[in-house]
């Protein structure tokens, strides 16, 4: 971060006895001589401390998007979750009107619907193709089980 945690100097320290100079390293507390024993030494004698954080506050601009964007989330999630979904289409095929229908919830409602409707009228009813096909395979099934007992 930008305050440091221990901060450390090196001092090369020139004297007449060493003219190529002693290094020295000291930090808070802690001296280390890297080349050995030095004839002179440098050390923090006192040392005055200021409690300070690395935190920073700054103004969080995205915080309106975050809400809207959790808004519109929430919105479509109820939307798919507590409402039903339905869909019915007419069709004019060869002189007949054909109807269709889709739900995401409660198929035995909109059939029970779509049969009040059209119980007054000369349009046929729609054939449930999930029921349609069940009915066919038990049918299968119990042809079978026939064939199998007959033999």
Do not use: C
Request: aromatic share 8%; charged share 30%; glycine share 6%.
């Amino acid at each position: 971060g930008k305050i440091p945690n221990n901060p450390a100097f090196i001092f090369e320290m020139i004297t007449p006895e060493h003219p190529e100079g002693e290094i020295s390293f000291v930090a808070i507390k802690q001296n280390l001589e890297p080349f050995g024993d030095n004839d002179y030494k440098m050390a923090f004698s006192n040392i005055e401390t200021k409690d300070v954080t690395g935190l920073t506050v700054r103004k969080d601009r995205t915080l309106p998007f975050l809400i809207v964007g959790g808004a519109i989330f929430m919105i479509g999630l109820i939307q798919g979750s507590y409402w039903v979904h339905r869909r019915v289409w007419l069709q004019r095929m060869n002189g007949e009107v054909w109807v269709a229908g889709h739900t995401n919830k409660n198929w035995t409602s909109l059939k029970k619907e779509i049969d009040e409707v059209l119980a007054n009228t000369k349009i046929n009813k729609p054939v449930d193709q999930v029921e349609e096909r069940e009915n066919q395979t038990l049918e299968e099934l119990k042809e079978e089980a026939e064939d199998d007992s007959i033999k």
